[in-house]
Structures are given as C-alpha cells and as structure tokens.
C-alpha cells in the first residue's frame, strides 16, 4: 500500500512558535509590513473540503486525517507507473484550482509518508514532493530526522527515548521490536516497523468522531458568572448541533475555563469539571441544564477568565442506543430540536436560547476577518 499525505504548505518565521499571541510580535509584523488576519473558520472548512474532493476524484481510498491533510491509497491504480509525475500532477491540479500550495510525501507506510510530507515542507528544492519508497532514501532522511518528528512520539516519550540513545528517526527503526514492545507499548513498535517500510496501520474510513469540542478564546477578559455561563452556554448549543447533525447521542458533558496564560502578574485559575445525563441525548436543553451545575461547581470570584471549552465524550449512533424502561428525558423535546436546526440553516433566521445571551461580550474579536470568498455572496470581489 502506498499512502500520500497532503498538508498545506506554510510559512513561519523561524523563532516564532505557532500559537504565540499576536501581540507579542508587533513590532516584527510593522518591521516587515506583515498583513493579519483573523480566525475565518468557515472559509477554511470551505476550502479543506474543496481540496479533499480533488484528492477523493484522484485516488480510490481517501482517509481525511485533519482539516488540512490526508491519507491515500493508490494500490491497484495506474498512478503507481509514474507515482512521481503523478504527485506533481496533482500539486499543480490543487494549485489550479483552489489557489492553495501542498506538499506530498510518496512512502509504503503512513509514518513514512508522514516523514516525507514533513521534508516535502522543510526544504523547498524537493519541490514540495518527496519519494520514500527507496529503501536507500528512507535511510538517509532518517538521519536527519530527530525522534520527535516522528509520528506518535510526543514530548515526554521522545525524553525517554533520547535517554537511551534514540535521538532520530533512524535510531528507532534500528531497535529491536520485541524489546521496544516490552519496554514502551505495542503503539510504538508498530511505529518502529513502519519506518522499515512496513504498513501496520490501514487507511480508516470516514468514521464517527468519539468526541464534539466547542471552544473559543473570549475577545476581552471575562469576570462575571453569567458573561462566563453565556459563553458555556454557546459553546453547549453548537455542540449539540454538531452531535444531531452526526445523528448521535452524547452521556458525557465536560467543561473547563482558564485565565490567560502571557500575564504572570494575573492570578492563574484553570478547573474543569464532568457529569454524565442519566441516558444519552441530543438535546440542548438537557445539556444546558447540565452545564449551568457543572459551572457552579468550578466557577470562583476574582479571576479575569480568557477561554472557556465544551466537550460532549461517550457518543452513541442515535439508532443503536436501547432506552430505559424506568428513565425518561432521552429526548424531552424531539420535535424541538429538529426544527430548531432547520431554521438555523435555512438562511431565513436564527434562533438560540436566552441562556447564550443578546449581546455577549466575550466573543472572539474578528477585526481582520478576511472575506468569505466562497461561502458569501456579498464578500465576491468586483471586477470592474
């Protein structure tokens, strides 16, 4: 099996972390007439799914892996003859028709394949497409690769395995398998064996996801109970939404919040807190109520709150959940909810319940919002 990973090519300055605030480099954005833009979520899901279909049209088995990157299988394809060309072919295709740049990497398993996308990015006179199949090759990138580029090897495993030595690519896939199964996990002797060229992990199919996350940062310190409980609230409703749109049933709802974390001379307060409903549901109502006490529980006075986050966990299909003869509220309203979706995405208006607040004052400010090229009428350029 062969596997491509798409990722779209950007460009960082090199001593800035990505996630940095912005604020923090304000002189380096005037000193280089840097342009900012805000957060356009609906303008990228837009173009990812633009790009997922040109790879879906290009190659028979397509695994979506994130918002800007996927798996593809081209076993049994003519691709394969010229799997180079191919690439290239395809890079031009995106380019052409969405206006986005990617980097491909070409291996026989997903790890390497995700070292290859990885060199594809890092050194632009690959063009933005490596081969990896040649066993020679996969050597020599292996050794310019420290262990935490890997795939699946995060910060602290990476520490463990340096202190014994393992400190690239290739060093891991130099260890014996059985050895590292007993003193690590099965999770990463299956890494070591892909970077031998072995596939141990198949493409996966389109799956249900195991959890709905709703999640902003606040556009101005909060430090009231009911601005935070507008915020979780919203966060509860586009959550729920998310899940009927999925045709699934949530049990468990988690909610933190935090204070900011660039100011030391701030107090920090960060706590979350989780509940179970008594059968799992998709209704908002119930999940409000639920997270008004979760918010109670962890709610303190006297801090200037930065971000609050929503979690539905323990997700069910709608159709495979059986109910309890002695619980009822399953879905107290299921009527309500259905047309409640429907007016929200018929265009014509939008309804949301008081909880979320008239004019909340914490959400995210968007002054740099680029247009909505593809997703608004009104944002379209005029040609004169």
């Known amino acids: ?49 633009r790009v997922m279909q040109i790879l879906e049209q290009q190659a028979p088995a397509v695994e979506v892996y994130s918002i800007d990157e996927a798996f593809l299988d081209l076993s049994g ?66 050794t310019l690769m420290p262990i935490e580029d890997v795939w699946g090897v995060g910060r602290r495993l990476a520490r463990r395995l340096r202190a014994e030595g393992i400190d690239t690519a290739l060093a891991l896939a130099k260890q014996d398998p059985r050895s590292i199964r007993q003193r690590y996990s099965v999770v990463l002797e299956r890494t070591l064996r892909e970077l031998r060229g072995e596939a141990c992990q198949s493409l996966e199919a389109v799956s249900a996801r195991q959890q709905i996350i709703s ?94 986050s929503v979690m539905l966990n323990d997700l069910y299909d709608r159709s495979s959940v059986q109910p309890d003869l002695f619980q009822t509220g399953t879905r107290m309203h299921p009527a309500l909810m259905p047309l409640l979706d429907q ?7 939008r309804i949301f319940f008081a909880s979320q607040g008239i004019d909340p004052d914490w959400q995210m400010k968007r002054a740099h919002l680029s247009p909505a090229y593809t997703t608004r009428w009104s944002d379209l350029p005029r040609v004169r």
């Not at 300055?13 to 380096?28: D, V």
């Not at 295709?93 to 070409?106: A, S, Y």
């Open 215 to 308: 999640s902003r940062s606040f556009g101005q310190r909060v430090e009231s109970q009911a601005s935070l409980q507008q915020a979780i609230s919203h966060h509860i409703s586009r959550a729920a939404e998310k899940l009927r749109a999925d045709q699934r049933l949530a049990r468990q709802l988690s909610i933190s919040i935090r204070t900011g974390l660039f100011n030391p001379q701030e107090p920090s307060y960060s706590r979350h807190a989780s509940a179970c409903l008594p059968e799992p549901s998709d209704d908002s109502i119930e999940l409000l109520r639920l997270g008004r006490r979760l918010l109670q529980q962890i709610w303190q006075p006297g801090y200037r709150y930065a971000k609050a």
């Open 77 to 142: 394809t003519d691709a394969l003859l010229t799997l180079p060309d191919w690439a290239c072919a395809l890079q031009q295709q995106i380019r052409q028709w969405t206006g986005i740049g990617v980097g491909i990497g070409l291996a026989p398993s997903k790890t390497l394949a995700k070292l290859a996308n990885l060199a594809a990015k890092r050194w632009p006179a690959t063009g933005g497409v490596v081969d990896l199949r040649d066993p020679a090759r996969q050597q020599r990138l292996m």
């Open 1 to 49: 099996m062969f596997s491509v990973t798409y990722k779209v090519v950007t460009c960082n300055h090199r001593t800035n972390k990505m996630g940095a605030p912005a604020f923090r480099y304000a002189e380096l954005f005037l000193r280089h007439q840097v342009t900012v833009f805000s957060s356009n979520y609906a303008l990228y899901a837009d173009m990812s799914a």
């Open 343 to 349: 007016i929200n995405h018929s265009g014509r208006g």
